[in-house]
């Protein structure tokens, strides 16, 4: 099974911003973590990081036709405002897509607890920590 991960800004920054909120681990061990579990399980996986929105756009769009099966993103801030984003998700209807937050959303600010792009996925799992991109992962293949 082939299956796109998606981050979008700033958590490539990971282990260097708001330790206390995202962890000490940084992106290199998040992208390892993944490739990792996608080896054993026997699947591929294709990590992407942008910061910019229309690159993640982009690249969701790719995904409609390079044979992407599932889709893991966790869209950052965008998740609370990008409409071109929820677009975009929307548009690949016939792949499987999991929002994903280290943190748990909803115990945080205010303008947290709203993501426009949830609607356009088939679940959301926030609160998990790094674990929470291997339970995406799961269940994307569980529905498969």
Known sequence: MKILVINGPNLNFLGIREKAVYG??????LCNLISEKAKKDGDE?????????????????EAYSDG???LV????AY????????DALKSIENITKVEVHISDIQSREEFRKISVTAP????????????????????IKETH
């Not at 000490?24 to 061990?29: I, P």
């Not at 294709?46 to 982009?58: C, K, M, P, R």
């Not at 993103?73 to 950052?76: E, R, T």
Request: proline share 2%; glycine share 10%; with cysteine.
């Open 120 to 139: 356009a996925c088939d679940k959301q799992i926030y609160g998990h920590g790094l674990d929470g991109y291997l339970e995406a992962m799961d269940y």
């Open 45 to 61: 996986v294709v990590l992407f990081q942008s910061n910019h929105e229309g690159a993640i756009i982009d690249r969701i769009q």
């Open 73 to 76: 993103i966790n869209p950052g």
């Open 24 to 29: 000490n681990q940084d992106y290199n061990y």
């Open 79 to 86: 998740t609370h405002y990008s409409y071109a984003i929820h």
């Open 68 to 70: 992407t099966e599932g």
